[in-house]
């Protein structure tokens, strides 16, 4: 599984363009920090780089969370696949590289979530982005399933369709949690908002680590029914 996630990497040619954006939001994050101290007087640019710093950090945030797409993509486009699926490991231990890299993905996301969110002193949205990372782990164990249906090639209807849940998930939960922190809607006393944008997450997140683990087995019976055909 080790050496199948570092080939997966590996074929992640974007790495730099993934750091410097990285780098890029975070910087915007410290300088907006640093602009809103108490000892600098709040002004229309401090509030347009704090604006900006965290659109990009969202960004980026998603960015992160294509990491596996972006591989199954890179296989495609530079005629990869015949060379990754010939290599020395089992079709199991592909499908655990591949859920390694989504987990880890994932993991990042939210990590880097949350370290912006400290940097621009916004701790209050550290986790307004629970609900994407349950939905986009949800529909990556979806196309895991549908990806070895196909051999391992990858699947642009599927590969399409996870961006509709995501953005869904982002406009109509987590932008919605801004607003109710960034604008005092107070959604939350009520007990529908409260349990749709506060505890919903935790749900969906247990649901989904739960659809991952049928997921893989579900993959690696298949993988094991057509070794046994061949």
């Given at each position: 599984?080790?050496?199948?996630?570092i080939?997966?990497?590996a074929?992640?040619?974007?790495?730099?363009?993934?750091?410097i954006?990285?780098?890029?939001?975070?910087?915007?994050?410290l300088?907006?920090?640093l602009?809103?101290?108490?000892?600098?007087?709040?002004?229309?640019?401090?509030?347009?780089i704090?604006?900006?710093?965290?659109?990009l950090?969202?960004?980026t945030?998603?960015?992160?969370?294509?990491?596996?797409l972006n591989?199954?993509?890179?296989?495609?486009?530079?005629?990869?696949?015949?060379w990754?699926?010939?290599?020395p490991?089992?079709?199991?231990?592909?499908?655990?590289?591949d859920?390694?890299?989504?987990l880890?993905?994932?993991?990042a996301?939210?990590?880097?979530?949350?370290?912006?969110?400290?940097?621009?002193?916004t701790?209050?949205?550290?986790?307004?982005?629970?609900?994407?990372?349950?939905?986009?782990?949800?529909?990556?164990?979806?196309y895991?399933?549908r990806?070895?249906?196909?051999?391992?090639e990858?699947?642009?209807?599927?590969?399409?369709?996870?961006?509709?849940?995501?953005?869904?998930?982002?406009?109509?939960?987590?932008?919605?949690?801004r607003?109710?922190?960034?604008?005092q809607?107070?959604?939350?006393?009520?007990?529908?908002?409260?349990?749709?944008?506060?505890?919903?997450?935790?749900l969906?997140?247990?649901?989904?680590?739960?659809?991952?683990?049928?997921?893989?087995?579900?993959?690696?019976?298949r993988?094991?029914?057509?070794?046994?055909?061949?």
């Amino acid at each position: 599984m080790y050496k199948q996630l570092i080939l997966s990497l590996a074929v992640i040619k974007e790495k730099a363009a993934y750091l410097i954006v990285i780098l890029a939001s975070l910087v915007f994050a410290l300088i907006s920090r640093l602009m809103s101290s108490p000892v600098v007087e709040d002004s229309e640019d401090t509030i347009i780089i704090m604006s900006l710093s965290e659109t990009l950090a969202m960004i980026t945030f998603l960015m992160l969370l294509t990491l596996f797409l972006n591989k199954q993509y890179n296989l495609t486009k530079y005629k990869m696949s015949e060379w990754y699926y010939s290599q020395p490991a089992s079709m199991k231990q592909v499908v655990q590289g591949d859920i390694a890299l989504i987990l880890i993905a994932h993991i990042a996301s939210y990590l880097y979530w949350i370290v912006f969110n400290f940097l621009n002193q916004t701790p209050e949205k550290s986790n307004i982005m629970l609900m994407v990372i349950a939905v986009s782990l949800l529909v990556h164990g979806l196309y895991l399933i549908r990806l070895y249906q196909n051999g391992g090639e990858i699947d642009m209807v599927m590969s399409l369709l996870y961006f509709l849940p995501v953005f869904i998930a982002f406009c109509f939960h987590a932008m919605l949690i801004r607003n109710d922190l960034d604008m005092q809607l107070h959604l939350s006393e009520s007990a529908g908002w409260h349990f749709y944008l506060y505890q919903l997450p935790y749900l969906t997140l247990v649901g989904t680590v739960i659809a991952m683990i049928v997921s893989y087995i579900v993959t690696s019976r298949r993988i094991n029914r057509q070794h046994d055909l061949a």
